[in-house]
């Protein structure tokens, strides 16, 4: 495995922490709308730490970083925020331990395991009105423009237009998990809070990328 | 409304400096995880059972550790799960050739972390299971869970499993037994007050002065419904029907009867609640082999009871009397 490999995995895990930091009050906005209004309090709290710790985190390999991420989060975020996203990042770990290199294949691979991981956790699927949503269509939609032979500059804009897409499309969704659920029908209208942060985290991701 | 606070981020952490203070020669307390173990723990001839949950249900978890129960408890604040690398650590700390088995009672939160750190333990070659608690019978899902809630019948699972691990069983052998005690375990509660967290400084709920919630989770969720007061008989039966028919008890089943105080109600009531409870019982030929009276798992300061039953064979008896020794007691 290249430095390079090593120097991407933190370029994206140091993005993702900066804008959950930066739109704390955004997300907690989204999230008011039909949910208790804590995710932009919960992500902002985990990835505050995830930033305060960075210097300190082991980097042998791309599967150890991961791994220290996912515990800094979930120590750090109570509910349901914290396990869910400590697990996408074990299970992203989990999936970088089996690689040698850190290419599209293996994105693929490791976005697979988080939302395979946010899926079992948080006993949900696609159709909930959750950021799997966002994540899973996001995932394949990489997954063809790898096979289709795009360069990693229209495989990264593909993907975001994607998430972007299919966040917006979770309004027409009735929640089924989460504290979105006990409104029930209310939830219909307003996208999934986690789907609308994760675009937005991409977004930024993706327009920023060195 | 008084309690005896100083700063509430702190109340947890006082609390078990208090409890490893009043117990040097049996519990060893880690403030870096709100740890308290067995000061001659880990055992590394048996398997080691840990609790974690909110606090706030004091004596469990964390006064309830020690030798013929719980090996280490590593609380959360007063009603939220503890944080994974508690857990985690938790498990690191307590890990033994024989295994570790987390004890949960069965909430959202509780079960996200209790999995995560089992999945992250397991990845380092540690051997440990997970058995969620599932006793109670008043709602299916509630604002905290993913089914049933665990509620004071985990005390019963608590004391089978650990008597087991003390007799030298495998992880495999307790785990079974813990999964046999559970599913012939049922509860009921009443809650007749709201109760006040420490942090929150006010009721956790509205209850009106003549309001009962019947069917109430122990940390104030809402139950079956809304009553207005009523005799403790009229309470009693409110409760111990639903229990009786939902394992279903029948006649010539023999049961451990609990029935368990929120807190904030006198042992005077528990036991007059214990009485018609026993009574009931009796008169539709259940007969009852031990009694259990007094807090057990606590909503704070809560008013209110809730009533459990375990049917009995041989083997749970049997464990259930294994000796055990813990700070609660009275001399």
Redesign the interface.
Known sequence: MSSTDLADVEFVVRSLAQTAVDKEEAFGDLDAVVGDGDLGYSLARGFEKVLADWDSFKRDDVATFLQQIALAISSRIGGTSGPLWGTAFLRASAAAKTLDTIDGAAVVSMLRGATDGIKARGNSDLGDKTLLDALIPATDELERQLAAGASPVQCRAAFAAKTRECADATSALEAKRGRASYSGARSIGSPDAGAAAVAIIVERMVADWP | MKKFVNDPQQFVPDMLEGLALANPDTLKYVPEYNLIMRADGPDQEKVSIVQGSGSGHEPAHVMIVGRGMLDAACPGDVF??P????V?ETTKLMASPKGVLLLVNNY??DK??F??AQ??SS?EGIEVKTLFINDDVSVEDS?YT?GRRGVAGNFFVIKAVAAAAERGADLDEVIRIGEKVNSVTRTMGVALTACTPPAKGSPLFELGEDEIEMGVGIHGEPGRRRAKMMSANEIVEELLGPVVRDLPFREGDRVALMVNGLGGTPISELYLLYGQAHKRLAEQGISVGRSYVGEYCTSLDMAGASITLVKLDDEIESLLMDPAEIPIRVF
Do not use: F, Q, S
């Not at chain 2, 944080?83 to 508690?86: A, G």
């Open positions: 939220a799960a944080p994974l690398d508690y985690y959202t939160g996200m972390v999995d995560m999945e992250m990845a604002t993913i």
